[in-house]
């Protein structure tokens, strides 16, 4: 008799033996990047470990394998742009003035986190909590590009803030669950 863990460990690796050396050539191809590639293709497997699936047919698990390889792909990207950008902030800055390797480790981090957090917004909150908070743009001004109210603006606004206090709690040192604590699936709430 197999157990249920026995089961799933059995089918993740048939399903490794039979799609890892055509998800790791797609993701090569992809990212142009053999070694980013590696790395991706191996990941996306471990995530079937931690969340398992049941595919009825190849197609199907390949299909669902290069949707997921492709979110990952986009997640990279995302991540060296956000490195890129703060690399070259950092460069800009005079020397005494620049941060140390954990410092940037952190801000890092920390930008990683809000870029997932504005990601998780409803569109019009995120780019209204951007154009009021980064650009310094009045509610009317926001609320002209938005098309919407200024006070639906404001409402954006504070459902955008309500995030940010909510990833800062998170973030805090001593919180449960390790220094980041848990995330909550609901901590943001869209508007109607």
Known sequence: MVSG??????DIER??????????????????????AAD??????????TRPCHFDDARQAR??????ADGMCIDLWR????????????AAQPEPTASSAEQQAIVLEALGEIDAMLRELPP???????????????????????NVSSRMVRKYIAQAMLCCLKL????????????RGPRDAAACPSLP
Request: proline share 3%; net charge negative.
């Open 124 to 146: 019009k909150v995120a780019h209204a909590f951007v154009m009021a908070v980064a650009c310094e743009m009045t509610d009317q001004e926001v609320a002209d590009i938005l």
């Open 168 to 179: 800062e709690a998170r973030l805090a040192p001593g919180q449960p669950d390790g220094p």
């Open 40 to 49: 991706l293709a191996h990941d996306a497997f471990v995530r079937l470990l």
């Open 5 to 10: 863990s026995e089961g799933v460990s059995h």
């Open 79 to 90: 991540r060296r742009n956000l490195e890129q950008a703060w690399l070259e902030t950092l």
């Open 63 to 68: 299909s669902y394998l290069r949707k997921m």
């Open 15 to 36: 399903l490794y033996g039979n799609h890892h050396g055509w998800l790791l050539a797609w993701v090569n191809w992809r990212l142009g990047n053999a070694a980013d």
